[in-house]
């Protein structure tokens, strides 16, 4: 729907820790220590190392990928690199999760900070 935020929009997540991955018909949510997350609707990647990655398509079929993600629960947020259509955390273990956005009519997921109604409560959709 739209590209990600500036990285000083989102920079909360860094030094953040993943506590949980909840695995969904039609997004996959990404919980961290804060109660910050990330709700992704449309692709993502897990890298491993420089020769080895896995790609989900959340829109499509449930395979293998998704089960990858419990390896970086636990581990801490060190750098967020963001592009219009990309955002890559890179985690303490060298590993990155991708999280991929369209840019179109639909929504890709959320970034959310905070509850509602609280004053540093942030919503942002890509």
Known sequence: MYPFPPKD????????TLTAV????SNVNFIFESGSCINAEYAIAHEMSADVSHRYDVQQTLGPG?????QLVGKQV????VAETTLKLEFDNGEALIIEGDIGPYESG?????????PDFIFIVF
């Open 78 to 81: 060190l750098n967020l690199v």
């Open 22 to 25: 909840c695995l969904n018909p």
């Open 110 to 118: 959320q970034i959310s900070r905070g509850k509602l109604g609280e």
């Open 66 to 70: 998704p089960l990858y993600f419990h």
């Open 9 to 16: 929009e989102i920079v909360f997540l860094v030094g953040d």
